[in-house]
């Protein structure tokens, strides 16, 4: 196989049978499309090329820098093939959470702009997200900059609808698989493969998967993400399913250990979705049919994500105070406050107030006197146990209460006799009028 460039190596990814012991579906053919197979890594260097190619000689000409809004494998192939073109590229990006990615942009040689954005996808329905705002910007005409626009840009999706989607049917011998299974993060590579899938047969069931509520997932949206914005339509999905992180993890260790495949979480997530959503149609049938999912990436950028969450699988103790330990009886048991009452509790009793925000939106605007400790820091630090004294009450605020409710259930459990959540958030808390200062 020879090349003039690395960019003819994107696609033609190989469709590779799963072993029927491994997922023991008897009258289902499970197919993982190797998407992490690409030259740059991932299912992304398709939809990265396609946006980015023929926008290329002018942006030179006017020297102008690729800009995309990405926290990880758009940004990766972009860099990469902003490089190999002579031009700079800019990531903008709320708060990079796997730090082996950031690290690997900066290597490539991109800018980053992290920005305080709440969540992992575009959300342009809250005006107030600074994403949303330096999206808006971009958009419009007359900046030194190439936005490829990822979320928007409908040739995201027509590089899976030309590319992804006909090579599964071509490895199929012309047949489309009776399901497709896959992440949605844009919702480029759902949207398009399946488009093309249904082209050749209309009966194609299409399971889209998502992070679980507060879950995170790295790449994809979170059931909390499901809006219909750009390029997601929940029209092209039979089902959107919630996939937890601990069963992306599962589904990933089945990959990685039983079947050779190198898979990241979010493959891990699509062969856990793709199983649990075929086991019960599988019993009911007598003839053979088939089922492809997609492996977006590789697992290596994740071992910190991973050893965070399962210390055990790289030989350290268990995590014991964890939130991912947390039943939901637990976290319905979690103590809320509403503002009104927690300012009241606040003037009265003087708990500490720690901030689980990242820094950017701490910075901006906070309850005066709180701390601010990072989510994922924090969950470092109560794996040690108790960093404060049971004598004082805590107050715990996140932006919308979900993730200060699962802390403060982690808290009671771990002995603290009165620590509460900070309902509806920081949100809540600016919509009741109380008081927020800005350093
Ligand atoms: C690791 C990973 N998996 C899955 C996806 C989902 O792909 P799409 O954006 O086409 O929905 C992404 C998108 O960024 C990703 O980074």
Known sequence: MRYDSITEAIGNTPLVLIDPAVHGLRHIDLYAKLEMLNPFGSLKDRAAWNMVRDGLPGARERGETIVELSSGNTAKALALIAGMHGLSFKSVTNRMRIPEVKDLLLLLGA?????????????????????????????RPGGAHLHTDQYFNARNTQAHASGTGPEIIADLDGRAPDWFIACVGTA???SGAARALRARDPGVCV???VGQKSDFIPGIRNADEVQEVGLFDPATYDAIEPVSADEAIDGMLTLVRRCGMLAGPTGGAAYHGAVRHLRPLDEALQDRRTAVFIVCDRVEP??????????????????RNSVATLTGDEVRGASVIDARDAQKWIEAQGPLVIDLRGPFAYAALHIDGSVNIVDE??????RGGLPFSKSRPVLLACPVGEKSARYAALLTRMGHPDVRSLAGGIIAWRDAGAPLVRE
């Open 111 to 139: 800018e980053i702009e992290e920005l305080p954005g709440q969540t992992e996808c575009l959300d342009p329905t809250n005006p107030d997200d600074p994403l949303t705002l330096f999206h808006q910007q971009l958009s």
């Open 188 to 190: 480029g590579s759902s």
């Open 207 to 209: 399971v889209g998967l």
């Open 302 to 319: 994740y071992l910190g994500y991973l050893r965070q969450r399962r210390p055990e699988l790289f030989g350290r103790p268990p995590a």
């Open 377 to 382: 820091i924090f969950d470092e630090l109560l």
